[in-house]
């Protein structure tokens, strides 16, 4: 079965720190997404990779970085973490070219 | 203009009916075109995809797409309790961008 495993479920983090979400796919896939779930909002993307080194912004990047320095691992970072990006967190993995994604189980991260 | 559109619901429909998801798109190049399902507090997982016009069945769902207006739809038959969910409409853009509409609610009353 294809896994994607986000490395915290729940956090907790203070305005400013520096908060970092890990997501790890044992698939081989080129691609990679992180988005943000908000009740009403639906899924936004923040941004994706479809390879080593590569990095694409997504709709709502702002605030937000990503490093991919291998192909199974995938990090978000909130360089200085505010409480508007309260949210739930989801990583997904797909080959490329292919809409099927397949999802972790989610990051809730709390602001405050 | 949101590059996905879906009814947020929600959309109540007894069990045994059918119960249909609408979505719309803006970008008229997308070629791929795909429904989740959403339990509450758990991951989206993908149901159907459907890559041409016309309809697409598997088992009780039915993909539908029409290039033309833009718009693509899900049909579930014989709706269950267990169909309860959101149903989340995505499109494949370029560079393997892949958008989400904002999902549709759907309960099934007993």
């Known amino acids: 079965d294809v896994k994607v495993t986000q490395s915290s479920r729940y956090l907790v983090k203070r305005t400013g720190e520096k908060v970092f979400l890990e997501c790890v796919q044992d698939?081989?896939?080129?691609?990679m997404f992180w988005y943000r779930q908000d009740p009403g909002l639906g899924l936004r993307l923040i941004y994706f990779?479809?390879?080593?080194?590569?990095?694409e912004k997504g709709d709502i990047p702002e605030g937000y970085s990503v490093s991919r320095e291998k192909k199974e691992r995938f990090s978000l970072i909130l360089e200085s973490a505010s409480t508007n990006q309260t949210s739930m967190y989801l990583c997904?993995?797909?080959?490329?070219?292919?809409?099927?994604?397949?999802f972790g189980e989610g990051s809730r991260l709390t602001v405050l | 203009q949101k590059e996905v559109e879906q009814n947020s619901g929600p959309l109540s429909v007894p069990e045994g009916a059918i119960a249909s998801l609408n979505c719309t798109y803006s970008?008229?190049?997308?070629?791929?075109f795909f429904w989740y399902r959403q339990y509450s507090g758990k991951s989206p997982e993908l149901i159907m995809s459907?890559?041409?016009?016309g309809d697409k069945e598997d088992g009780r769902f039915t993909a539908q797409l029409n290039k033309a207006s833009q718009y693509v739809s899900l049909l579930i038959r014989d709706s269950q309790p267990s169909d309860s969910a959101t149903y989340l409409c995505?499109?494949?853009?370029?560079?393997?961008?892949?958008?989400f509409g904002s999902g549709t609610r759907l309960s099934i009353r007993p």
């Open positions: 990779s479809y390879d080593v080194k590569m990095k």
């Open positions: 995505a499109v494949l853009g370029g560079a393997s961008k892949i958008i």
């Open positions: 970008d008229r190049g997308s070629q791929s």
């Open positions: 459907i890559y041409s016009n």
């Open positions: 997904a993995s797909g080959s490329l070219g292919v809409g099927e994604l397949f």
């Open positions: 698939m081989d896939h080129e691609n």
